[in-house]
């Protein structure tokens, strides 16, 4: 099997703009930026459709979210070697820190598939803002993958903490995947950001679509609403990508939040 391909070698396009929005703390008294960007044409076309050949190989592993959340997942085994290990690298976490800038993070992460069959329900309004427990298990660039040797999003009580590093979501990637560049706005399945997570689902302050080879990104904060919105018309099928702070990092830069860092939500 060949050896993973660096993320130099591979990727196409790294024009981005980061974009703000304001959005509001659930108490809706308190305004927060919303920083978001995204990336058209991401990797070379060669690449792209290698990783669609790659899905396909393991879609019939993925599993339905029980939570009422209408679309299955995998996640990406980190020891196996894949075209998707190039999320992995530490030259992609460089390129994505960059971005950002003042984001500090942890080498733990989390990469899932997840899918979105045709005609599926609108999600619900949420942060992302969530705990991420990890077991130390590096691989061997240093990065420590969560693959199902943890409780990943659960608040701990003491006893477990002592056996987890805690740290919390604070940059959320999603790749489109679509095997169909050919999309349209009747077509659905965007991401929607919100203002306020009470807001009109169908009524976004901004709406990115799930084009094929689209990287899209946003800080994770207790204001970083957002939601997948129906898709009419052909599967979405996208990279979730984590990557993660500190736990009281986290809580001393939004203990004016007023959110607190979410329960586990949903089973991922």
């Avoid at 298990?137 to 409780?151: A, E, Q, T």
């Amino acid at each position: 099997m060949e050896s993973m391909k660096s993320f130099k070698s591979i990727v196409n396009n790294t024009d981005y703009k980061l974009e703000t929005i304001v959005t509001h703390t659930r108490n809706h008294n308190l305004k927060f930026p919303l920083r978001y960007f995204y990336i058209d044409n991401f990797l070379t076309e060669t690449f792209w459709r290698e990783l669609v050949d790659s899905y396909e190989t393991i879609k019939s592993k993925m599993i339905r979210f029980t939570s009422g959340y209408d679309a299955s997942s995998v996640t990406i085994n980190p020891y196996l070697e894949s075209p998707f290990l190039v999320f992995l690298s530490l030259e992609y976490k460089d390129f994505i820190s960059k971005i950002f800038g003042d984001i500090e993070l942890t080498n733990n992460t989390m990469l899932e598939l997840h899918r979105h069959r045709e005609n599926s329900e609108n999600g619900w309004i949420h942060n992302d803002y969530d705990p991420a427990n990890f077991k130390y298990k590096p691989i061997k660039n240093g990065l420590n993958p969560w693959y199902h040797n943890s409780p990943y999003r659960k608040i701990l009580n003491e006893d477990e903490s002592n056996n987890y590093i805690e740290n919390v979501r604070s940059i959320a990637l999603i790749y489109h995947l679509n095997e169909k560049p050919d999309w349209k706005e009747e077509h659905g399945g965007t991401t929607g950001f919100y203002k306020r997570s009470s807001d009109d689902i169908d009524n976004p302050i901004v709406s990115i679509a799930p084009i094929a080879n689209r990287l899209v990104g946003y800080e994770v904060t207790p204001w970083s609403w957002h939601s997948f919105r129906s898709n009419n018309k052909n599967e979405r099928v996208n990279l979730m990508h984590w990557f993660h702070s500190p736990k009281g990092l986290a809580e001393a830069t939004f203990k004016h939040a007023q959110n607190g860092i979410n329960e586990n939500i949903i089973n991922g």
